[in-house]
């Protein structure tokens, strides 16, 4: 079991380019969390995706940023137009059950956006 | 909105002592998490609670629930260096799904 994967682990970007952030969830996993982190700071929710559904996007900021979870591969976090406040770490979680029950989010090991 | 506060945010303290980190949250809520993060790395799980009185222990760390209180608590015993870390608690409201972190602790065990 390969665990919840994220890619690109680093990426940079200049101000204005666009950012796509990959999550393939554990094994088994339907539920998809995103979470960002700044700089010296705690984990801000910003969406909950089930396939090809959104459950809680009420995290998200209302521009620029997207997030999908098709049928088929996986789980996209898009960022467009970035802006140098955009500069964090953003991680995916995954669960095998609505919600998170019992049942503990396994995060990945997370991709870092710089943004020059 | 459920907030989650801990305390304190930064703990400097000598290898073989003890000391506890509080989390408090603000909505009632029948589970908390305890994650682990190493700079530069993901957020490792410690401990899941899930009900009032709820005690768990791993090594020199223990965790506790009290949902009168809304208060969670991390107990370190007798600290050692590999312990250096950020500590992050996590809260689900009742009627929710996600998860609501705190600021995180950051413990350095000096020598």
């Known amino acids: 079991n390969a665990g919840v994967m994220q890619n690109p682990r680093h990426l940079v970007r200049r101000r204005g380019q666009e950012a796509r952030l990959r999550c393939s969830p554990m094994?088994?996993?339907?539920?998809v969390y995103w979470y960002r982190q700044l700089p010296e700071e705690g984990l801000k929710f910003m969406v909950y995706?089930?396939?090809?559904?959104?459950?809680?996007e009420s995290g998200m900021p209302k521009e620029r940023f997207s997030a999908e979870f098709p049928k088929e591969g996986p789980s996209i976090l898009r960022i467009q137009q970035v802006v140098r406040g955009d500069s964090a770490a953003y991680f995916c979680?995954?669960?095998?059950?609505?919600?998170?029950?019992?049942?503990?989010?396994?995060f990945g090991a997370g991709s870092r956006l710089t943004v020059l | 909105e459920l907030k989650v506060e801990q305390n304190p945010l930064f703990l400097s303290m000598q290898e073989g002592k003890n000391y506890t980190i509080y989390c408090n949250y603000s909505?009632?809520?029948?589970?908390l998490y305890w994650y682990r993060q190493d700079p530069g790395k993901s957020l490792e799980s410690l401990f899941v609670?899930?009900?009032?009185?709820a005690v768990k222990q791993e090594g020199r760390l223990m965790a506790s629930l009290d949902t009168k209180a809304r208060l969670s608590t991390l107990h370190i015993t007798a600290a050692v260096h590999d312990l250096s870390a950020t500590y992050f608690c996590?809260?689900?409201?009742?009627?929710?799904?996600?998860?609501?972190f705190g600021e995180g602790t950051q413990l350095t065990v000096n020598p």
């Open positions: 909505t009632t809520s029948d589970r």
């Open positions: 094994k088994g996993h339907s539920h």
């Open positions: 979680a995954s669960s095998p059950l609505q919600g998170t029950g019992a049942n503990v989010l396994t």
């Open positions: 995706l089930q396939k090809e559904n959104i459950i809680d």
């Open positions: 609670l899930l009900s009032n009185g």
């Open positions: 996590a809260v689900v409201e009742t009627s929710g799904s996600r998860l609501t």
